[in-house]
C-alpha cells in the first residue's frame, strides 16, 4: 500500500506559519513531510540526491558516503519516496532518485519568517 | 538536563542542501529541528506563537485551539523550548513564548532550491 502523500494537497499549502496560524490539515501533511526529515541519515540522503550532478543520483552514487548496509539505505530511500519529498525512476540495473524540488521549496516558504526574510 | 541545541553552533550551518553534501554533524543538528517539528500539534502551536499579535503568546492564547489537556500542551511547549525553535519568558502568572526567527530562517535558508527559489 502506497503511504506517498498527495502532492496535489499540497498546492494550496500553505502560508509563512508565522503569517497565520497552520490549519490541522496542514500541520499534519507538513508534520509528515518533517517527520521523513528527522533523521540524519535522510538528510543527508536528500542533500547528497539535491546536489548531484545532474541533480540525480543512483543508491551506487550513495552508498559510499555511509557505513550502512544496503538494505538501511534502501529502507530510508523509500521513506523519503513515500513522503513525496523524491522520485524515483529505474533505468537499466538502477533507481535514480531526483529531489522534488517544489516540495523543498513549499517547506522553505513555509518557515520564512517576515523579519528575516 | 537541558537538551536545549547549542545555538552558536548554528552560526555556521548551513547552506542550501541542494547546494552542497550535508556535513554528518550538520545532519544531526538538522534532523532534531525537523524532529521537534514532526509533529501536527507542535506544528501549529508553532504557528500560533509566531502569528499571534507581537510574535508572542502565552499557554492562555493557545489552549483554546486544541482539545487537548493543559499538561500535554506544555509537554509540546518543552519539546519546542528544547530544540531551541522557541524561547519562554515568564512574566508575573504566564510564562510568554517566542519563536527563535533566526532558526526559522536558516531552517528556511537549508531547504531552498535554486530552481524555485
Redesign the interface.
Known amino acids: 500500500m502506497s503511504k506517498q502523500l498527495p502532492l496535489v494537497a499540497m498546492d494550496a499549502c500553505c502560508a509563512p ?6 490549519t ?1 490539515d496542514q ?2 501533511e ?3 513531510l ?2 521523513a ?8 540522503l ?3 540526491i ?2 548531484h550532478a545532474g541533480g540525480e543520483a543512483c543508491v551506487c552514487d550513495l552508498t559510499d ?1 555511509f557505513d550502512l548496509t544496503g538494505p538501511t539505505i534502501s529502507h530510508h530511500l523509500k521513506v523519503l519516496r513515500e513522503s513525496g519529498l523524491i522520485t524515483g525512476d529505474r533505468r537499466g540495473t538502477w533507481i535514480y532518485y531526483r ?1 522534488h ?2 516540495v ?2 513549499r ?7 517576515t ?3
Do not use: G, I, Y
Open positions: 506559519l508565522a503569517r497565520e496560524p497552520l490541522q500541520a499534519v507538513l508534520s509528515q518533517f517527520k526529515m528527522a533523521d540524519p541519515v535522510r538528510l543527508r536528500l542533500s547528497l539535491a546536489s558516503a529531489v524540488p517544489e523543498l521549496a517547506l522553505s516558504s513555509v518557515l520564512t519568517t523579519e528575516f526574510s
